[in-house]
């Protein structure tokens, strides 16, 4: 995406993990912030979230296995393993302090998988667009035919429905320049990833009742025309975590923080700055 601000810049590095190479973007300094975007996104996503919080925050943003610039996954993962890979990079860049941990969608799953397995790296949770229920058998059989899809015809068959659904219409009416960049990143990301992706998704667990003992600062957010993870959804996972807060996000679909970016960012910094220990 292009920067609409110019400043503060954003880095675009690339962190060894010894088994693997994460790419990685980063600006800012300050509370750490650890952005993940959603599928079949990549990092970009966050530019412009980016770009409003570097100011303040130490903003990371890493493309997750297979996605944007990371090379292509030829092995099945889980969540569980996000959740590892984020805990190596924030090793790897030296944060030691706990980091907000922000995920839209299936950013939000990680960042779900990272709260419960390493509660100690975590100061906030940013939970946007997504849902903290496993899938029923319905949506396994869909993620199984979107899976098989890609590695038999390509991602944008697989995928290509999705767009009407990532964006409102106040979206594509106001901003086609995002509609375009949303479908590039949709378009670029590899079939093999979009099929890896779904079937990581399909097996993740429930962290309804696992949330209801997190004690860490949330924010949920919902996008009021978001028909993927709807505002009900969003509510339900909401109430599950005790002295959580609820934002709701008009003229978004669910990619709020892209949508919206200003009133997205400007949340985000209001509940980081009131939940500061
Ligand atoms: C996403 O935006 O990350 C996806 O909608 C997540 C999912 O498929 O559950």
Not at 78 to 105: E, T, Y
Not at 121 to 141: E, F, I, K, M
Not at 142 to 163: D, I
Request: net charge negative; aromatic share 8%.
């Amino acid at each position: 995406m292009s920067s609409n601000h110019g400043f503060p810049f954003q880095d675009q590095v690339s962190v060894d993990l010894g088994k693997r190479q994460i790419p990685l973007k980063i600006a800012g300094t300050g509370i750490p912030i650890l952005f993940l975007h959603g599928f079949p996104l990549n990092a970009s996503m966050w530019e412009t979230t980016i770009e409003l919080l570097a100011d303040q925050f130490l903003c990371l943003a890493p493309d997750l296995r297979g996605f944007g610039s990371a090379p292509e996954e030829h092995k099945s993962f889980s969540m569980r393993d996000l959740a590892i890979d984020c805990r190596d990079l924030l090793a790897a860049k030296a944060v030691r302090q706990p980091v907000v941990v922000c995920g839209l969608s299936m950013g939000g799953y990680v960042a779900m998988q990272f709260a419960n397995d390493f509660p100690d790296l975590v100061s906030q949770l940013v939970l946007s667009n997504t849902r903290a229920n496993a899938d029923d058998n319905a949506g396994v059989q869909n993620r199984l035919k979107m899976a098989a899809s890609a590695v038999t015809f390509g991602t944008e068959r697989a995928v290509g429905e999705m767009l009407q659904k990532l964006v409102c219409k106040f979206t594509e009416e106001n901003n086609p320049n995002l509609v375009a960049c949303v479908r590039q990143m949709l378009l670029s990301t590899h079939p093999s990833t979009v099929a890896w992706a779904q079937l990581a998704m399909c097996k993740r667990t429930s962290f309804i009742e696992k949330m209801k003992d997190w004690r860490f600062p949330t924010l949920c957010v919902a996008g009021t025309n978001d028909p993927i993870t709807p505002p009900s959804v969003v509510e339900r996972m909401q109430l599950a975590i005790r002295g959580s807060r609820y934002v709701e996000i008009a003229n978004s679909a669910h990619l709020a923080p892209m949508e919206q970016p200003e009133v997205f960012a400007s949340e985000l910094r209001s509940f980081i700055t009131e939940h500061l220990h």
